[in-house]
């Protein structure tokens, strides 16, 4: 207040205005009936809002140096309110005069193109700026800019840059979860809108289109006990001349963006709408198992009670920082692009504000759930305008591996650089000659790689110096890796850097490989270079009987693919000794390890799974794909206790494996069972894994369920894109499956394409398969999934309501020698429905009601209905004393979301009754009658082949 003179304190029944230094100087006079609820500060004016939904406006007056209240200011009914200083000049209700009405025709001779705006990449960004901020832009990207660069360029921007001027604004959000904008000091108001509660895609003044309302029925239906609790408009972006609005509404978080809207029905409003921002925010706390506590009202003291918190200079960004379960940076950047950056270190945050001194210049400080202060910064040479953070590393040539090392955590880098070659090599299998050639100075001589291997610290990102390790001309690095090793005259493991190479020297002399174990050693670095503490030493490099394809470690030795066998080598001092080996396919191109399993990836003959045993030091094969498969990159997943395989093929298809001995198609376990295959539409090159976050924000609620044992298989492809691929619970792949069915039919997509034709895979079963196992759904899309996301709360409820419900039935006939068939079992319940809920019965469960399976002889019937109205279908199927024309009696065995939940519940019903008719038989044929009956049930085998059973029909 006063220009940052005064400080406002604000308690549960006072405002106090205080100097900087502590003392009071004024305390605002409000009745001790009106309990204060939120109290909002901008542009030296100040909004109460009191519990009672009363709203209060205050205002600094510069002469009297008081702090008055504005005169007919009182409004009744609010919830929250927001100032907001407008720099753009869209908030105006003046209409250029090249925009004509809504209704206009016209012509065809006098079509006019509009001009679609867009981005720049960060390259082309240069076409669209003047030489001055040309200029400025290349000093600002510069490595070597500080925070105080940004700063400098933000304050200089900001002065005298407006086009338009700035207005002062008053949004206020009603108990009707309406919003109204309105003019300050004047206090009119010109724009209202309708109820935002349910997210809606455009939002627009109440008075600028007619019907354009969704009927309140149906709002109150999808947003039951969903309330409107804080609002913020605020301008982002260098200049503050990008409007954005933040709508908190339960536990979710809108995003709009303020765009020109010009044509409508009322000419004194203001010619703007809003429109939401597409994200991809979780900021919801996850859902326990356990009932909540009874008093629902009660405030969990983990949480913020002001969510959306402001900050203009976080490292030279502007945004606003979600504080949330989930919490969230906000940052609009140079390019007015708005970045959504997740902040999931200290879990809750309660309390966020900028913090800037001596020690942190453009950092923050929150507060968090654990009660604790702590005061950070965003890395300073980090760049956030992208998707995630991202730094730019000079490298001198092009990278072929990239691999880190723990012990000294740098990272161990492979790259090659092109050079002219003038020598043409000679020789047999022993012996190599060279012959130099010299040409005409014109001559192109070809270009070849050089590799070399070189550290990049973390710390500066830069590549330490005198420290490479250079390769050989015509010696190709085929595989890096760091592995942990065991040396048999020392104790415990230590880290070597393991390059496997080949000896590229033509089509006429026969191809050799080498080991080489790099050891990286700390020394004292030199004076004023830090960096230089790290040295490369070559520990072994020995050429071996053929090209080295692909390395991996288990249990601290080194299994290399040498030629057509794969080798298991021990350290011993400073030479590889021979432990084990196997015969292998035709050319091993990945080798991936878990414990003492090695996964093979062969570029012909698809996969293997291998397994060395050290007691006895052998190396044998467990599994295989016998399928012909021209494989691209090969990974474990796991998940917990399960472990499959990924792998990518030359079609761009995407395929799990997994070893199941007790499947009919695995041979005793000698085959891999193909699990689920898809099309990813790019050629994935490389794999890799890491473990899934250990600790979430809930931790302290959920306990020892946090500590998971999952990884997320990351997947990069040849067209610069990542992928990322993980095992879900069933119960969750089918609730995410039968949304995926109803928005795959529902919701436009790109070019109007089929996202299921998409994810089919393209390799033949006719001509390339072995196995005779059908093609199941066991993947979920997660981009068609992302699209639930973009909907309104009526969308969403309406797709929840189309997933529908599971009812697992028995009947019971009267008369056997009649059969019921799944038409009379439909219109027999929908008669009944229509007898018990009229017309609305019906309308609701019209297309809905369907039979999924129907087993005569037992009388099991599986019926979906719409989830939501099923309990009328419920009322409808207790009120059955006939099916048709055979009476019969229906009664309800289990009610759930899946079909595969009430597969469960089916099986064990039959144990049930199983068991039951084994006590009551009288004779032992009956007995064995009973027993045999029973095996298919108890037996794993039987689970699954009555689950197919039941999807094929």
Request: proline share 4%; glycine share 6%; net charge neutral.
């Amino acid at each position: 207040m006063d220009d940052g003179k005064l400080a406002v304190q604000v308690t549960r029944y006072h405002i106090k205005l205080a100097r900087p230094t502590g003392a009071e100087v004024k305390e605002l006079p409000l009745s001790e009936k009106d309990e204060i609820k939120s109290a909002i500060e901008g542009s030296n004016r100040l909004a109460v809002v009191t519990v009672m939904g009363n709203l209060f406006l205050f205002e600094w007056d510069h002469e009297l140096q008081d702090l008055v209240e504005i005169p007919n200011s009182n409004m009744g009914g609010v919830l929250t309110a927001s100032f907001y200083t407008d720099r753009s000049g869209m908030f105006t209700s003046n209409k250029p005069s090249n925009v004509g009405s809504v209704d206009m025709e016209v012509e065809p001779d006098k079509l006019e193109v509009q001009r679609v705006e867009s981005h720049p990449e960060e390259d082309d960004e240069v076409l669209y700026l003047s030489k001055a901020e040309h200029a400025e832009l290349l000093r600002l990207r510069n490595t070597e800019r500080t925070p105080e660069d940004f700063q400098r360029f933000l304050v200089e921007e900001r002065v005298n840059t407006m086009p338009y001027g700035y207005t002062d604004w008053l949004i206020v959000a009603y108990v009707d979860n309406t919003i109204c904008i309105v003019s300050v000091p004047d206090l009119i108001p010109v724009y209202r809108t309708h109820s935002i509660i349910h997210g809606p895609r455009i939002i627009h003044d109440a008075r600028a289109l007619e019907n354009a309302e969704l009927p309140k029925e149906v709002i109150d239906s999808a947003c039951q006990g969903m309330q409107l609790k804080e609002i913020l408009l605020i301008g982002l972006g260098v200049r503050q001349t990008q409007p954005y609005l933040f709508a908190v509404v339960g536990e979710d978080v809108y995003v709009y963006h303020v765009v020109p809207f010009y044509y409508g029905l009322d000419d004194s409003r203001l010619r703007i709408c809003f429109s939401k921002v597409k994200n991809d925010m979780l900021t919801r706390e996850r859902k326990l198992r356990r009932k909540l506590p009874r008093d629902m009202n009660q405030v969990d003291e983990r949480l913020a009670k002001r969510h959306l918190r402001h900050f203009t200079n976080v490292q030279g960004y502007s945004g606003v920082f979600l504080c949330f379960p989930y919490s969230f940076f906000v940052m609009v950047t140079d390019r007015n692009i708005l970045r959504f950056h997740p902040m999931t270190v200290d879990g809750p945050i309660k309390a966020f504000a900028e913090f800037s001194n001596g020690n942190c210049n453009a950092g923050f400080i929150y507060y968090n759930s654990r009660k604790q202060i702590r005061v950070a910064e965003l890395e300073p040479y980090w760049n956030y305008d992208f998707t995630w953070p991202v730094i730019k590393v000079r490298s001198p040539g092009t990278i072929h591996h990239l691999t880190y090392h723990f012990e000294s955590k740098a990272y161990v880098v492979c790259t090659t650089a092109m050079y002219p070659e003038k020598r043409i090599i000679h020789g047999g299998v022993d012996q190599v000659d060279e012959e130099m050639t010299e040409r005409d100075a014109r001559f192109p001589y070809p270009m070849l790689p050089r590799f070399s291997v070189h550290l990049v610290s973390p710390e500066e990102w830069q590549v330490v110096p005198e420290v490479s390790y250079h390769l050989p001309d015509f010696e190709h690095v085929t595989a890096m890796k760091v592995l942990p090793l065991r040396n048999g005259t020392e104790t415990g493991l230590k880290e070597y850097v393991v390059i496997g190479t080949n000896l590229s020297y033509g089509e006429d002399v026969q191809s050799r490989g080498r080991i080489i174990l790099l050891d990286v050693v700390e020394v004292n670095p030199e004076p004023d270079q830090p960096m230089t503490k790290f040295r490369q030493k070559e520990i072994y490099a020995e050429e071996q009987k053929g090209p080295v394809t692909a390395i991996c470690g288990v249990n601290g030795y080194i299994v290399a693919a040498v030629g057509q066998k794969v080798f298991i080598l021990g350290l011993k001092g400073n030479i590889l000794v021979g432990v084990a080996f196997l015969d292998v396919q035709i050319y091993v191109l990945q080798l991936s390890s878990i414990k003492d399993l090695i996964l093979v990836a062969d570029i012909q003959r698809s996969v293997s799974v291998v397994r060395f045993q050290e007691q006895y030091r052998t190396l044998s094969l467990v599994s295989s794909d016998p399928n012909q498969m021209h494989t691209y990159a090969a990974e474990f997943c796991v998940d917990n206790q399960s472990l499959t395989t990924a792998v990518t093929d030359i079609k761009q298809d995407f395929h799990v494996f997994q070893f199941d001995p007790e499947y009919y198609f695995a041979a005793f376990g000698n085959r891999l069972v193909r699990r689920m295959e898809c099309n990813l539409g790019q050629h994935v090159t490389n794999m890799f894994r890491f473990r899934c976050s250990s600790w979430y924000p809930d931790a302290e609620r959920i306990g020892a369920a946090a500590l998971t044992k999952k990884h997320v298989t990351v997947m990069t492809t040849l067209d610069g894109a990542v992928a990322c691929y993980i095992n879900i619970p069933e119960k969750t792949y089918r609730r995410l499956l039968m949304m995926e069915t109803i928005l795959s039919n529902h919701c436009s997509h790109r070019a109007g394409l089929s996202p299921r034709l998409y994810w089919n895979a393209r390799t033949s079963s006719e001509h390339e398969r072995f196995d005779l196992v059908s093609t199941t759904k066991s993947i979920a899309d997660g981009k068609v999934g992302s699209l639930y996301l973009e909907l309104d709360h009526t969308e969403k409820h309406e797709v929840a309501m189309k997933i529908g419900t599971y009812f697992l039935l028995e009947v019971h006939q009267v008369n056997s020698f009649q059969k019921i068939h799944e038409g009379s079992m439909r219109s027999t319940i929908m008669t009944a429905l229509k007898d018990l809920h009229g017309e609305q019965g019906v309308a609701a469960q019209l297309n809905d009601v369907r039979v999924k399976y129907l087993n005569p002889e037992t009388g099991i019937v599986f019926l979906r209905a719409r989830r939501g109205p099923h309990l009328m279908v419920k009322d409808a199927i207790e009120s059955l004393l006939r099916v048709g024309n055979i009476p019969a009696a229906v009664k309800i065995i289990h009610i759930s979301g899946t079909m595969r939940s009430s597969q469960k519940r089916l099986l064990e019903h039959h144990r049930r009754h199983l068991l039951k008719s084994l006590g009551s038989a009288r004779t032992e044929q009956a007995r064995n009658k009973v027993r045999l009956a029973m095996q298919g049930l108890l037996s794993p085998s039987g689970s699954n082949e009555l689950s197919m059973d039941v999807e094929q029909k």
